[in-house]
């Protein structure tokens, strides 16, 4: 078959047939943000004549090598050169108005990429939507304050990653309607930093009116970042690489190889995993806007997974240690967790609410006072996996939410008849709320939605192995104790050190 084109504002793209879809990698969104454009928000794209090929992915971000794909990290070439986006799309054309689902990748805004073939977008291109996934600035590059770059502007950008979305989403909203996908009706999904992502989006004012539904996978409570935290470790950053710290200069700091920011080791100074607060981007901090109500109004499906304690070690946690630092609200902790006696269990499942499953509860019953919101816990644990992990870890969810190839090289363990069966119905949710903006699937259990006045969600697995099963009330004391102070997270993070 000949290959698929579509007409975008910056010039023609040449994409590829691939499994009956129409298939386009590779595709500018911004200017290379290099040389003087290092550290500016994203410029627009140099338009071209003729046709460009889109059917290779472009480079992934800078970030630190050889992080598993498994994992969340990239494969293939890194380089500063990468504002890129890739989309699947049943058919491209003008004459489409499919709902459109943009993908955010995670990876604690240090790692990651959209072009790993985890994020293939083929399992919703074939139920008729048009699927994008994109790449943004990361680390040092993506979320910096230097004096001789923001100077003293207490509101000039330093999160040029979280521009990098904007501008992406400026790119559906001119572009999509090429590819046959509605840029009316766009869903903005993502995990992890990618979930944290989908909530700066809906607080921030960039944002307003180029999407109309977000899901946040197993977002965090961790807090961004002041301005003057980000200058004290932008200018340690600077040293780092070897530059005189406050004193270096603008000129100093862009002409610095890329990777030299990201060979400095676990142990070297990072702003991961936040946004820094304050600029036109993040004005105000997430869960004060919408404390306010003042985050986008806009339908919200919120959830987190059994076992999110497994990215405790990236933040520095050991949920065991923890426990035995907080001396006597050691008994207070247990009180809410009767029958788990062993420090190690207990640190794993206070970490995991605390630092997520509370906080999902709390950002959906703020935004249930706006807009619909429906919340969900994951613990279905693919079967090659069952009995010897304890529920499902940070970023197992993905698998059951994209449904990847089997070739796809990017699973711990490959997914099973019922696996895949399983992943049909988590994507048949995914799809509906998309489609529509309720997340209502016929035949298949109903998933109300959660509010102040009732705490409902939808348990995926669980002690029904295999089940989708509406909840009220669910983890209600604990959660509740956690939801009395926004600080129980800091508090954890606090004691670790």
């Known amino acids: 078959p000949s290959a698929p084109t579509a007409g975008t504002r910056d010039g023609v793209v040449e994409g590829r047939k691939e499994h009956g879809l129409d298939v386009f990698l590779g595709i500018p969104f911004a200017a290379p943000p290099v040389g003087a454009l290092r550290w500016k928000e994203p410029q627009a794209v140099a338009g071209w004549t003729g046709v460009r090929k889109a059917d290779a992915y472009a480079a992934s971000c800078m970030q630190k090598p050889g992080i598993p794909v498994a994992m969340g990290g990239a494969t293939g070439a890194l380089s500063e050169d990468c ?15 499919r709902p459109v689902m943009m993908w955010i990748h995670g990876g604690a805004l240090v790692f990651g990429s959209g072009n790993i073939a985890l994020y293939d977008g083929s399992a919703y291109a074939r139920r008729g939507a048009v699927v994008v996934t994109i790449n943004y600035r990361m680390g040092a590059l993506g979320f910096f304050s230097h004096p001789a770059i923001d100077g003293a502007d207490a509101s000039a950008p330093v999160n040029y990653g979280l521009f990098d979305q904007v501008a992406a989403l400026r790119w559906v909203r001119d572009n999509i309607a090429a ?18 992502s989908v909530l700066a989006l809906y607080a921030s004012p960039l944002a307003k009116g180029l999407f109309q539904r977000g899901i946040a996978q197993s977002p965090y409570a961790i807090p961004s970042h002041t301005r003057a935290r980000a200058r004290e470790v932008s200018v340690r950053v600077a040293s780092a ?8 200069t603008a000129a100093q700091l862009r002409t610095v190889p890329a990777a030299r920011f990201f060979a400095l080791g676990d142990q070297g100074p990072t702003l991961a995993p936040s946004f820094i607060v304050g600029d036109a981007a993040l004005p105000q901090p997430i869960l004060d806007t919408f404390r306010k ?12 997974n059994s076992d999110e304690a497994t990215v405790a070690p990236a933040f520095g946690v050991d949920p065991a240690e923890l426990v035995k630092k907080l001396r006597a609200g050691k008994f207070l902790l247990k009180a809410l967790y009767p029958g788990v006696g062993d420090d190690a269990q207990l640190g794993r499942e206070a970490v995991r609410d605390v630092v997520f499953t509370a906080y999902a509860r709390q950002v959906a019953y703020l935004h249930s006072r706006s807009a619909p919101v429906w919340r969900y816990y994951f613990d279905h644990v693919q079967q090659g996996q069952q009995g010897k992990v304890p529920g499902v ?21 490959p997914l099973t008849a019922a696996d895949r069966d399983f992943a049909r119905q988590v994507g048949d949710y995914w799809y509906a709320f998309a489609l529509s903006g309720d997340p209502g699937v016929t035949a298949a259990p109903a998933w109300a939605r959660d509010s102040v006045r009732k705490a409902q969600l939808l348990e995926f697995g669980g002690s029904t ?5 509406p909840r009220e009330d669910f983890m209600d004391a604990r959660l509740n104790a956690f939801m009395l102070t926004s600080k129980a997270a800091g508090a954890l993070m ?4």
């Open 83 to 97: 504002l890129y986006l890739n989309v699947w799309t049943p058919q491209a054309g003008s004459a489409g108005k």
């Open 179 to 196: 590819f046959g996908g509605d840029p009316g009706n766009v869903t903005i999904f993502g995990e992890s930093a990618g979930a944290q």
């Open 241 to 248: 690489v070897g530059l005189e710290g406050a004193g270096a």
């Open 293 to 304: 109500r003042k985050q986008a109004q806009l339908p919200l499906i919120i959830g987190s």
């Open 393 to 413: 870890g940070h970023g197992g969810e993905i698998p059951f939410v994209m449904d990847p190839p089997d070739d796809c090289g990017c699973l711990v363990a």
């Open 465 to 469: 192995e295999g089940r989708i099963v």
């Open 494 to 497: 606090k004691a670790r050190n």
